[in-house]
T-cell receptor, first 113, second 111 residues
């Protein structure tokens, strides 16, 4: 089955620690995205990648970093510089950047203790 | 489940009735619109889409209407079922430029 996987589903970290969220897709999509979702708000774009070894900041990139070394993988690191990291993080992919429908993973709930 | 959409507008409908969920979009030049369904604790799922050169598109039990004059999009769900309970949100797409999601509406199906 093709799809997007995110791991882990729930993640806890201590304040001041960096943490990396995994996102893998086997849909052969060129574009991948990371969103943050908070209660009562729509999805906010953190970073996106059009192709391997390329990525761009979204609307709320501060305190986050990404890499795109492989087409299938787009990990997101939440750094200690992110002031309010507790949120639900969603990874998505699409055939072309900002063009086709986006397919979403199941999400990772990050809680900072 | 996830605490997604604690303060979202809520639409409550009786099981078997039709539901209409509305979305106002901002950019009159948007090319493409999508409706997503998000169940508690899960990622959003594609429901239906519509290009800007269309007014209406039908799927299985769902219909999307696009009114470009007032920049309004609606999702109609026929014969609403308990499994339709979720948060629904629209997305507007400017090809190659941006992909903007609305805040969402929570649909609650009453038995």
């Amino acid at each position: 089955d093709g799809g997007i996987t995110q791991s882990p589903k729930y993640l806890f970290r201590k304040e001041g620690q960096n943490v990396t969220l995994s996102c893998e897709q086997n849909l052969n999509h060129d574009a991948m995205y990371w969103y943050r979702q908070d209660p009562g708000q729509g999805l906010r774009l953190i970073y996106y990648s059009q192709i391997v070894n390329d990525f761009q900041k979204g609307d709320i990139a501060e305190g986050y970093s990404v890499s795109r070394e492989k087409k299938e993988s787009f990990p997101l690191t939440v750094t200690s510089a992110q002031k309010n990291p507790t949120a639900f993080y969603l990874c998505a992919s699409s055939i072309r950047i900002l063009y086709n429908e986006q397919f979403f993973g199941p999400g990772t709930r990050l809680t900072v203790l | 489940g996830e605490s997604v959409g604690l303060h979202l507008p809520t639409l409550s409908v009786q099981e078997g009735d039709n539901s209409i969920i509305n979305c106002a979009y901002s950019n009159s030049a948007s090319d493409y619109f999508i409706w997503y369904k998000q169940e508690s604790g899960k990622g959003p799922q594609f429901i239906i889409d519509i290009r800007s050169n269309m007014d209406k598109r039908q799927g299985q039990r769902v219909t999307v209407l696009l009114n470009k004059t007032v920049k309004h999009l609606s999702l109609q769900i026929a014969a609403t079922q308990p499994g339709d309970s979720a948060v629904y949100f629209c997305a507007e797409v400017n090809y190659g430029q941006n992909f903007v999601f609305g805040p969402g509406t929570r649909l609650s199906v009453l038995p």
